[in-house]
């Protein structure tokens, strides 16, 4: 039996990663190196695929069958090395945080050297979209388990803090 001083292990978590991207030219600045928005773009592609691969639930699914909506409600990113034109990504994706009705997805974009160039937090609200309404509503327990699963230790849940 355990002692009740001690906590158990936390489970282990796995993060979703996203790779084969590419830093395109229409992707960068003057300066030759990617446009701050387009990071955001970038980790948006990886949330797509993590809804589609890790919570098994394609778009028609989720947007059409299931009525639901996860707008985007806040981001932050900590740029911390340029990216340029031509290089790779694999973008490293967490649950930072699981609320009763939103989550915040944590991402940590690295180039094909393995180095961190960017941390992006975005948050997003669940919402019913049934019959033309846009009202917050809890995570669906069958997500929320899944999602679980993706949920990074807490030294990880604010990146760039």
Same mark, same amino acid.
């Given at each position: 039996m355990m002692?009740?001083?001690?906590?158990?292990?936390?489970?282990?978590?796995r993060?979703f990663v996203?790779?084969?991207?590419?830093?395109?030219?229409?992707?960068?600045?003057?300066?030759?190196i990617v446009?701050?928005?387009?990071?955001?773009?970038y980790c948006?592609?990886?949330?797509?695929?993590f809804?589609?691969? %890790?919570l098994?639930? &394609?778009?028609?699914e989720? +947007?059409e069958?299931r009525?639901?909506?996860?707008p985007?409600? *806040?981001t932050?990113s900590?740029?911390?090395?340029?990216?340029?034109?031509?290089?790779?990504?694999?973008i490293?994706?967490r649950v930072?945080?699981?609320g009763?009705?939103?989550?915040?997805?944590?991402y940590?974009?690295?180039n094909?050297?393995?180095?961190?160039?960017a941390?992006?937090?975005?948050k997003? %609200?669940f919402?019913? &979209?049934?019959?033309g309404r +846009?009202e917050s509503?809890?995570?669906?327990e069958?997500?929320r *388990?899944?999602l679980m699963?993706?949920?990074?230790?807490?030294e990880?849940?604010?990146?760039?803090r």
């Amino acid at each position: 039996m355990m002692d009740p001083a001690e906590t158990p292990p936390s489970p282990p978590t796995r993060a979703f990663v996203h790779e084969g991207s590419r830093v395109r030219f229409q992707d960068v600045d003057h300066a030759g190196i990617v446009f701050f928005a387009k990071i955001f773009e970038y980790c948006h592609v990886a949330y797509e695929e993590f809804v589609e691969q %890790a919570l098994g639930l &394609t778009p028609k699914e989720f +947007f059409e069958a299931r009525r639901l909506g996860a707008p985007l409600v *806040a981001t932050r990113s900590d740029h911390r090395h340029p990216l340029f034109h031509g290089d790779r990504m694999r973008i490293e994706c967490r649950v930072g945080r699981l609320g009763r009705s939103s989550m915040a997805m944590n991402y940590q974009i690295f180039n094909q050297d393995n180095m961190l160039c960017a941390l992006v937090e975005m948050k997003h %609200a669940f919402v019913t &979209t049934a019959e033309g309404r +846009f009202e917050s509503v809890a995570i669906p327990e069958g997500i929320r *388990a899944s999602l679980m699963g993706y949920l990074a230790p807490e030294e990880e849940a604010a990146p760039g803090r």
